[in-house]
């Protein structure tokens, strides 16, 4: 061979893919780029941003801004209002960052429901809101009995202790909404809540007491306890709940109800909650 025809070499596979890698790996970080920014102050108190502003904060062609937005709301990763035509975060990547924390707070919690239960010689479940539902996420006994197939069952989160615990932070508007389906008045006669106005104050007094307490309002011979467990914002995200039948734990609620809330507290801290008195006072019920 000449020289010329060494000048004319072609690349060789391993090249070309590595210069595909390397490719792929900036089209990458330009995206991350995307998400930083759709995740910034300016975007969420705005709703969104548009094309034009985005590619102004990444520095990028409009053209380009927009191809990849595309592309990421394809995969449910960024979302476009329909009515303003500015982009979001979406619901796909909302659902990923959920499972992570999900599967942190059920690390963080299961030694700590562990030790109150063999406090409490009972059943404690870590539980979570899921619409208009208490969703049980971990169950843990210290001793023989146990109350079995709770774990990934949904109940109804208006007649529960940890119902009311978890919509500690809602107001009365965002409780008609959460509970705008929900039949409040057939199945739980014993209940003491048979409409959002008495929700309502059932929450305020878990608010005001620290945890919520039911006596046989879900099911007759049934009582519990439940505390909120908040994340580094300070929202409830999860309740520590724990039920017995009424004759052994009847007479002993606010014993209960007080050492579940140093529990919750415990796992509150360890997902970075950073206690502060509040002087907000709660909306008021009209």
Same mark, same amino acid.
């Given at each position: 061979m000449?020289?010329?025809?060494?000048?004319?070499?072609?690349?060789? !596979?391993?090249?070309?893919?590595? %210069?595909? =890698?390397?490719?792929?790996?900036?089209?990458?970080?330009? !995206?991350?780029?995307?998400?930083? %920014?759709? =995740?910034g102050a300016e975007a969420q108190q705005g709703?969104?941003?548009g094309v034009v502003r985005l590619a102004q904060l990444v520095g990028r062609e409009k053209s380009q801004v927009s191809r990849a937005l595309k592309a990421l709301a394809e995969q449910g990763v960024v979302e476009r209002d329909?009515?303003?035509?500015?982009?979001?975060l979406g619901w796909r990547l909302f659902s990923l960052v959920a499972r992570t924390s999900e599967n942190r707070l059920v690390r963080t919690a299961e030694p700590v429901l562990h030790v109150l239960s063999a406090q409490l010689e009972e059943t404690c479940h870590l539980c979570v809101l899921r619409d208009d539902e208490v969703l049980t996420l971990l169950s843990?006994?210290?001793?023989d009995y146990r109350a079995h197939g709770w774990e990934g069952r949904g109940v109804p989160a208006a007649h529960t202790s940890a119902g009311r615990v978890l919509l500690m932070d809602a107001s009365p508007d965002e409780l008609y909404v959460r509970l705008a389906g929900s039949d409040l008045t057939s199945g739980y006669e014993q209940s003491r809540v048979h409409s959002v106005h008495e929700f309502w104050a059932r929450v305020q007094e878990g608010r005001e007491r620290g945890w919520a307490?039911?006596?046989e309002e879900f099911e007759p011979g049934l009582v519990g306890v439940s505390a909120p467990i908040r994340d580094f914002r300070g929202r409830v995200v999860a309740a520590i709940n724990v039920s017995a039948r009424a004759e052994r734990l009847g007479q002993a609620l606010?014993?209960?109800?007080?050492?579940t809330l140093a529990a919750a507290n415990r796992v509150s801290l360890e997902l970075g909650w950073e206690p502060r008195p509040s002087a907000s006072v709660p909306p008021r019920f009209t």
């Amino acid at each position: 061979m000449n020289g010329s025809d060494d000048s004319t070499m072609t690349v060789p !596979d391993e090249g070309r893919g590595g %210069a595909a =890698a390397r490719s792929q790996g900036h089209g990458l970080r330009r !995206d991350i780029d995307l998400l930083e %920014a759709l =995740a910034g102050a300016e975007a969420q108190q705005g709703g969104g941003l548009g094309v034009v502003r985005l590619a102004q904060l990444v520095g990028r062609e409009k053209s380009q801004v927009s191809r990849a937005l595309k592309a990421l709301a394809e995969q449910g990763v960024v979302e476009r209002d329909p009515d303003t035509l500015e982009y979001r975060l979406g619901w796909r990547l909302f659902s990923l960052v959920a499972r992570t924390s999900e599967n942190r707070l059920v690390r963080t919690a299961e030694p700590v429901l562990h030790v109150l239960s063999a406090q409490l010689e009972e059943t404690c479940h870590l539980c979570v809101l899921r619409d208009d539902e208490v969703l049980t996420l971990l169950s843990v006994s210290g001793h023989d009995y146990r109350a079995h197939g709770w774990e990934g069952r949904g109940v109804p989160a208006a007649h529960t202790s940890a119902g009311r615990v978890l919509l500690m932070d809602a107001s009365p508007d965002e409780l008609y909404v959460r509970l705008a389906g929900s039949d409040l008045t057939s199945g739980y006669e014993q209940s003491r809540v048979h409409s959002v106005h008495e929700f309502w104050a059932r929450v305020q007094e878990g608010r005001e007491r620290g945890w919520a307490e039911v006596s046989e309002e879900f099911e007759p011979g049934l009582v519990g306890v439940s505390a909120p467990i908040r994340d580094f914002r300070g929202r409830v995200v999860a309740a520590i709940n724990v039920s017995a039948r009424a004759e052994r734990l009847g007479q002993a609620l606010d014993r209960a109800g007080r050492r579940t809330l140093a529990a919750a507290n415990r796992v509150s801290l360890e997902l970075g909650w950073e206690p502060r008195p509040s002087a907000s006072v709660p909306p008021r019920f009209t």
